[in-house]
């Protein structure tokens, strides 16, 4: 039997190798569900629609917001991400570990929805080498590139109060294990038990 259902944040600067962690996760079969959050952009290659992201129009996004079917959502330049909300409560209430990948803005948002949420923010080693990885991706001209350095900043500033854990991603393996020891650590906390310890006790 499942313990309570628990919702992760994964936060992180771009270019600080979320979307890597989160591959390196499944391909190992650990058991958690991910959340794909819907956006406006335009597929990167590689990317596959409803897999990495939930590819839109403006229109359709806009009316999933009027609708209040979104968790949370941001506009980064000309485009808009946001997080579904009906599948996350859906996989909670089975008891599911749901991660969501979401900025800062969005974790704040999500934490005074659902109190219990665990938060992990994902650190690069240092900002040459998160400057060195946004550059090497090849997908920003530089004024994107400057103004994404700029948010880092912010974001990593926030991080020490407002998440409970931080992961250095220099080491991808290690960086895997450890948001791997964190979700196991969570899940056998007595407060996300209260479902298996109701079953246990009838039998007492």
């Known amino acids: 039997m499942k313990n309570n259902g628990m919702l992760v944040i994964l936060s992180g600067p771009a270019g600080s190798g979320k979307d890597t962690v989160i591959a390196e996760l499944f391909k190992s079969n650990f058991d958690i569900t991910k959340s794909v959050s819907m956006t406006t952009r335009a597929p990167r290659d590689g990317e596959t629609d409803g897999i990495d992201y939930i590819f839109v129009s403006e229109e359709v996004f806009l ?75 090849g997908s920003e001209d530089e004024e994107d590139v400057l103004r994404r350095l700029k948010i880092a900043v912010r974001e990593i500033e926030r991080c020490k109060d407002e998440y409970d854990y931080v992961v250095i991603n220099d080491d991808l393996q290690d960086a895997v294990d450890d948001i791997k020891t964190i979700i196991n650590a969570e899940r056998h906390k007595v407060s996300r038990s209260s479902i298996f310890l109701s079953e246990v006790f009838k039998n007492v």
């Open 63 to 137: 009316k999933s917001v009027k609708n209040e079917e979104l968790l949370e959502f941001a506009r980064y330049g000309i485009n808009y991400y946001g997080t579904p909300k009906a599948p996350v409560d859906k996989w909670l209430s089975e008891g599911e570990t749901v991660i969501l990948k979401i900025d800062v803005e969005g974790a704040d948002n999500i934490r005074k929805m659902y109190p219990d949420t665990v938060s992990i923010f994902i650190m690069p080693p240092s900002m040459q080498i998160l400057e060195k990885r946004l550059r090497n991706r």
